[in-house]
Nanobody, 118 residues
Framework: QVQLVESGGGLVEAGGSLRLSCEASINISSINVMAWYRQAPGKQRELVAKITNRGSTNYADSVTGRFTISRDNAKNTLYLEMNTLKLEDTALYFC????????????WGQGTQVTVSS
């Protein structure tokens, strides 16, 4: 079992920045893919960004150029640096860990709220 604990959410004005963190209960070098998802009220959960254990990254078009995902294996922590925040970035942000072990096993954090105000 993998425990994921997110932190760093909060209330920020449009144009501002936040950094989310996700601390894992295991050595994250053993996690094949880590990702950030978000879910706004009344909408489906969507992928924001993902990073493999080799460092390859992918971003949703809506955040490309504004968000940066990174992982610190020494701290077992995943990060999401969010800049130039927009009202539409308001959502509950979830950390995800996917491990390839006889199929894919997915683990989720409890989420951290990001609210962008005008």
């Amino acid at each position: 079992q993998v425990q994921l604990v997110e932190s760093g959410g909060g209330l920020v004005e449009a144009g501002g920045s936040l950094r989310l963190s996700c601390e894992a209960s295991i050595n994250i070098s053993s996690i094949n893919v880590m990702a950030w998802y978000r879910q706004a009220p009344g909408k489906q959960r969507e992928l924001v960004a993902k990073i493999t254990n080799r460092g390859s990254t992918n971003y949703a078009d809506s955040v490309t150029g504004r968000f940066t995902i990174s992982r610190d294996n020494a701290k077992n922590t995943l990060y999401l640096e969010m800049n130039t925040l927009k009202l539409e970035d308001t959502a509950l942000y979830f950390c995800n860990a996917a491990i390839a072990l006889l199929g894919w096993r997915n683990y989720w954090g409890q989420g951290t709220q990001v609210t962008v105000s005008s």
